[in-house]
């Protein structure tokens, strides 16, 4: 349901020129429910870790309603106590869920912090004093050590001197730190997991508006995958770096 839902919701942003998209819905496809006065019991099939970055709305880019997602949203989708919590919370109290996901995005800003930090360490002293915001960059820059380590050992240490490596190592990096998270959701959720409870994540490209994981053979394989485990995650991540994606952002 949600990959088709993001099929649809990226189809109806390629039409070309000035349009308008009337779609006729009820109240209860609202998730306002059909009772007057009653409120509509929560009944959530997915619980989804997002960005907050505004670009994104989760119910609208895969096209659910009001209760079809219980959607967490952190700048950098990252797997803090409060978003454990919360996701805690819909696993052990709503029956509906039958999926736990992390969805990134290309062009994090995030991300982007985390990265000129790590090319520019001198500019982390400025983030000394902010200790929220340094919070979310540490966590992201282990993301995005192993998306430049795989770079440099895959193009060469001189990889650094090209004209795009800095945006390369940005969705490389968003991708490493969404598969992160995935992995460390599908760890702290184990027990849960099985027939009835699924996990997965991928990765939102605002160009294409499609939900995926760059690819060895097209731009965006669209969809949303089980997180790679630890022992898979070097092959994992030199495949990202390796992807036409990646190797357009290059130059």
Known sequence: MLHM?????AEMGRAVGDHRYVIPITAEELGLGNRPG????QEPMAVVLGCADSRVPLELVFSQSANDLFAVRVAGNILGSDCVGSMDYAVTHLPSVRLLAVVGHTGCGAVQA????????NAYLGLSANLPLRRIVDTIVPAVHGADVALRGHYGPDVVLRSGYRAALLDAAVVVNAAIAADAM??????????????AFGVYDLTSRLVGL??????????LFPPPEEQQMPEFVDAVVRSLHVRGLLG
């Open 38 to 41: 009653e409120a509509p019991a």
């Open 186 to 199: 599908q760890r702290i959720f184990s027990e849960h997991l099985g027939e009835r409870l699924g996990a």
């Open 5 to 9: 839902g993001n099929s649809a919701f």
């Open 214 to 223: 760059p690819d060895l053979q097209m731009d965006w394989r669209h969809g």
């Open 114 to 121: 985390a990265v000129d930090a790590y090319i520019s360490p």
